[in-house]
């Protein structure tokens, strides 16, 4: 693609229209399936670490997950970004996020990354706070990739598609597994030295069955991690976590008239999350023996949304919507050796009989939106909209945007924009009970968040730049006090801390700054830098993406990588590194490939509450392997 080609590119996620995102009314950064795979990342979260102002990286907090932030502010549980497939919602109910019960999203069937940086609520409303991830898949795509790697890893995936008539199939399917890294002589956060590997196991699948206007859409995600250090205390295999969702929509499109189109949805979502970790080891403090602990949760929500996009005229476009979700939790206890409130021990693991959480409570959500683009003449665009949100457990949430987009004489774009948006306080905030890690606080409200955002594009016919300056007031933070006295009732035996709102604001702010340097169609170098400023917390200051691509005859080799400045909260680590190469050979249909992931062999860590040691990331990784397109 040429440089025109690359910031022109179709969008949705920004105004649910199709639209350019050199245009759009956010700020917006896409990855497309070449791109995706030219890089040679394994999974969605190593993405975001090349998108201007996000960061991802280990986490132990709630297990092993990939903590994901945006615009100085990241958390274990992900929870104040919102990541959508095709338009539909990953984010879980109990953590109100998807670095749990969605780990290690794949790639091999995704046909473009949308992200939004910054405040979504007014279209998407809760977990829109500090961003939206919405993947795209393939369609009309018959491949199959296999790959093997270091450490026994094994990776097959396709992509399966049939048409007949006017019915069209399109499905995915992958498995994976590896007997994880090897981290020698590893200290966990207890102070016990010992080997450690991250073995890991993961399915996904996807069908899609569309007739005309009619549109079924299914999808199975499931993750079983082995070993490790999830919430602190390595066990060898003893620590084991098991995750899955499973998600069914039924859409249809309507075409009323030329100009007024109706899209309904109706969806429903199921969520496992099941862990097991040693959180005090025998010997450690008196212990006898080992005392493992951790969740099993189910929850599921029912969904239905509707909208309508009137064209007024050729210049103005009003789109207006309505969504409903129905949510709660069947099922809350805790797999523990021990008994919370004496302290004996089963003599192994069991269910614990007193629920960690809310199963008596349904949460109802019920909101509507509305927003207007209008085309002035070719130098001026304005969109504007809002929605408004009524949540049964706290009450209702109103989330304005606008944004004025000028287009230059000399092929430079200037946008002005503000927002504001809300996270919803999620069940784990609310209701946990029983619990040695947390209370809940029904008491809880909803985070906000106001942004201003004045970014600037030039382009020319090699090179664009893009230059974005954002500042968040974020209101009623909810934070885990550990000072705080421990609310004394029955219900919280060991006296755990509990959730608060942060009286104060707080303040973020930063530069985002992004190139694309095409000088001849075969060499492309992408490069982002993003600095931040103000409240930042549990993220670097300073965070460098770079990529650059070559093609030379059927061969093509692409060098990546990333550089995150120094984290306050991790000690003794000034920044990290990690480099990345891919070699690829093409010969009609097939295509060989061989990649190297971290070049240096670099053990960095990256934040987490439980430590200001961090946690640590794995190390140099190989794989080779093959697709076929048919």
Do not use: C
């Not at 992200?115 to 998407?124: D, K, Q």
């Not at 614990?352 to 959480?357: D, I, S, T, V």
């Amino acid at each position: 693609m040429s440089v025109d080609e690359l910031i022109n590119l179709e969008i949705s996620v920004a105004s649910k229209s199709a639209e350019a995102y050199i245009n759009s009314p956010s700020s917006v950064y896409v990855f497309t399936a070449m791109e995706i795979e030219r890089m040679g990342a394994r999974s969605v979260e190593e993405l975001l670490n090349y998108v201007p102002g996000y960061f991802t990286g280990l986490d132990i907090e709630q297990g092993k997950a990939y903590r994901t932030g945006a615009r100085g502010r990241s958390t274990a549980l992900s929870e104040s970004v919102l990541f959508l497939v095709n338009g539909s919602q990953l984010n879980d109910l109990y953590t109100g996020g998807v670095s749990i019960i969605n780990r290690l999203v794949p790639v091999e069937n995704i046909k473009q990354i949308e992200v939004i940086r910054g405040p979504g609520s007014s279209l998407y409303g809760s977990n829109a706070f500090l961003g939206v991830v919405n993947i795209v898949t393939k369609k009309n795509i018959n491949d199959i990739q296999l790959s093997y790697g270091n450490f026994q890893s094994v990776s097959v995936a396709g992509n399966f598609s049939k048409s007949y008539e006017n019915v069209d199939i399109n499905a995915f399917v992958k498995g994976f597994s590896n007997d994880g890294y090897e981290f020698d002589d590893f200290t966990d956060l207890v102070g016990r030295t010992s080997d450690m590997t991250d073995q890991e196991r993961g399915f996904d699948a996807m069908l899609g069955v569309s007739y005309k206007g009619l549109k079924l859409e299914m999808r199975h995600h499931e993750r079983e991690f082995k070993g490790y250090y999830g919430l602190g205390g390595v066990a060898d295999f003893n620590n084991s976590e098991e995750s899955f969702q499973t998600m069914v929509n039924l859409i249809y499109t309507l075409q009323f008239t030329e100009k007024l189109k109706f899209n309904f949805k109706v969806g429903r979502r199921v969520e496992t999350w099941k862990t097991k970790a040693v959180i005090f080891p025998a010997g450690y403090d008196g212990w006898t023996e080992d005392f493992f602990a951790g969740p099993f949760m189910k929850s599921s929500a029912i969904n239905l949304n509707a909208d309508a996009t009137q064209l007024l005229s050729e210049k103005n476009e009003l789109l207006a919507g309505f969504s409903y979700e129905r949510a709660g939790i069947s099922k809350a206890v805790s797999l523990t050796t021990h008994d919370y409130r004496e302290l004996n021990y089963f003599g192994g693991i069991r269910e614990y009989e007193l629920p960690f959480n809310n199963i008596d409570d349904m949460r109802y959500v019920l909101g509507f939106f509305i927003q207007d683009k209008h085309t002035f003449n070719k130098y001026l665009k304005v969109t504007y909209g809002a929605r408004i949100d009524n949540y049964s457990d706290f009450g209702t949430s109103f989330n304005p945007r606008g944004a004025v987009i000028g287009n230059t004489p000399w092929k430079g774009i200037v946008k002005v924009m503000y927002g504001q948006a809300f996270r919803a306080p999620n069940y784990l905030e609310l209701y946990d009970q029983n619990n040695p890690v947390d209370y809940g606080n029904t008491a809880l409200d909803p985070e906000k968040i106001k942004t201003i955002e004045i970014a600037y594009t030039q382009s020319f016919d090699v090179f664009s730049a893009s230059a974005t300056y954002f500042n968040n007031t974020i209101e009623n933070l909810i934070f885990l006090d550990p000072e705080a006295p421990p609310v004394q009732v029955e219900n919280n035996p060991l006296l755990a801390p509990t959730f608060y709102n942060l009286p104060k604001d707080i303040h973020t702010s930063g530069i985002e700054l992004g190139m694309i340097y095409r000088p001849f169609h075969k060499f492309t170098f992408t490069g982002t830098f993003t600095k931040l400023m103000d409240d930042f917390a549990y993220m670097p200051k300073q965070m460098i993406s770079a990529r650059a691509n070559i093609r030379f005859g059927r061969f093509n080799f692409n060098f990546n990588g990333i550089y995150h400045g120094e984290i306050k909260e991790v000690s003794n680590q000034s920044g990290y590194l990690v480099l990345n190469s891919r070699l690829q050979f093409k010969y009609e249909d097939l295509t060989l490939f061989g990649s190297v992931n971290n070049l240096t062999d670099k053990i960095y860590r990256t934040p987490t509450t439980l430590s200001d040691v961090g946690v640590v990331n794995r190390g140099r990784l190989l794989s080779f392997g093959l697709k076929i397109n048919f």
